[in-house]
């Protein structure tokens, strides 16, 4: 069992910065390949950025490819998205999401735990 908190959204202005934290709790954290998906109101839920467990290989959604980058701290039990470049369309729930295999997937349905999610607003 994994239960995972999200944290660091909030309201800024387009072009600016905000960087996402997920907190993870149980164990082996370092075997889940580890994912961040968004979901703005009235649209369906969308992949962002995923890594992999222990090689770090990532993946990002073309939509924020150069503007947003994910990472994880083993030790910490953490991962992070750092998000630059902000646009009024990147405003959306972010949520974390962990599954219990090495290798990453673009699928929400292939994950097996989610966090709550943070709110991220993008004002133009």
């Known amino acids: 069992q994994v239960q995972l908190v999200e944290s660091g959204g909030g309201l800024v202005q387009a072009g600016g910065s905000l960087r996402l934290s997920c907190a993870a709790s149980?164990?082996?954290?370092?075997?889940?390949?580890m994912g961040w998906f968004r979901q703005a109101p009235g649209k369906e839920r969308e992949f962002v950025a995923a890594?992999?467990?222990?090689?770090?290989?990532?993946f990002h959604a073309e939509s924020v490819k150069g503007r947003f980058t994910v990472s994880r701290d083993n030790a910490k039990n953490m991962v992070y998205l750092q998000m630059n470049s902000l646009k009024p369309e990147d405003t959306a729930v972010y949520y974390c999401?962990?599954?219990?295999?090495?290798?990453?997937?673009?699928?929400?349905?292939?994950?097996?735990?989610w966090g709550q999610g943070t709110q991220v607003t993008v004002s133009s």
């Open positions: 890594i992999s467990a222990t090689t770090n290989n990532t």
């Open positions: 149980g164990r082996a954290f370092s075997l889940y390949a």
């Open positions: 999401a962990a599954r219990s295999v090495r290798a990453v997937s673009m699928k929400g349905e292939n994950y097996d735990y």
